[in-house]
């Protein structure tokens, strides 16, 4: 119940969805339907909302219709399916599996209080609103690590926390002991290019060459690809 993931192909079957038809020639099976309606079951359970709305409708075909009604009625049926969905979630009685956004859900709606001196987020830049939401109600104090150039989790609902929570102070950690100071120079020009006005520091201790041979890179789009 905790860790089990629904796929679409079992919330088509436990729906008895359909499939349904965008406009010509754009017909959707119901394993389709029911994969947007996972996806907004996991949008809706990665922010920090207490109930399902338009934001979490997760279909990239609704710009397929022209008609706002149809766009209205179709987001009207994803989040009316996905709230059944979510209820038998809940329900410790029902085989719909609830999975890690789910519980994860449930507790930051539910309050909770942390009896700490303080709280340390490591990797902020990848964390859901879902837990900022829980982190930021805690009266103790919080600390937010993270590097906005590294967000690799957009795609699971994160968004960069480090731009959007307000802190009292905030510190920027420039000095690396990883490298020398040469490719720090390197890495200096390339985020320059995006505006970042702080500096990298290399270890002055550190020698590190850079290779200026010509190479290539190749890649895979699944792992079945790359064997």
């Given at each position: ?53 338009l934001q979490h409708v997760s279909c990239g075909r609704l710009n397929e219709l022209t008609s706002e009604s ?155 690809g790359l064997l």
């Amino acid at each position: 119940k905790l860790s089990g993931s629904l796929s679409p192909s079992r919330a088509a079957e436990f729906l008895k969805l359909e499939p349904i038809s965008l406009g010509e020639h754009r017909n959707y099976s119901a394993r389709q339907v029911g994969k947007w309606i996972v996806d907004t079951v996991a949008s809706f359970c990665r922010s920090e909302d207490l109930t399902f709305g338009l934001q979490h409708v997760s279909c990239g075909r609704l710009n397929e219709l022209t008609s706002e009604s149809d766009r209205d009625a179709l987001s009207e049926y994803l989040l009316k399916c996905a709230d059944y969905l979510w209820t038998n979630a809940r329900n410790p009685n029902s085989l719909i599996p609830l999975g890690h956004d789910g519980y994860l859900k449930l507790w930051s709606i539910s309050h909770p209080t942390f009896e700490h001196d303080f709280i340390l987020l490591d990797e902020a830049q990848d964390t859901n609103a879902a837990v900022i939401h829980a982190l930021t109600s805690q009266s103790v104090q919080t600390v937010y690590v993270g590097d906005k150039y590294q967000q690799i989790y957009g795609f699971r609902g994160a968004f960069n926390a480090m731009d959007k929570i307000h802190v009292p102070a905030e510190c920027a950690l420039t000095t690396s002991f990883r490298f020398g100071e040469s490719l720090a120079d390197v890495a200096n020009a390339l985020i320059g290019k995006f505006g970042e006005s702080r500096r990298i520091v290399g270890d002055r201790v550190k020698a590190t060459s850079i290779n200026t041979t010509a190479s290539s890179t190749k890649i895979y789009r699944t792992n079945m690809g790359l064997l």
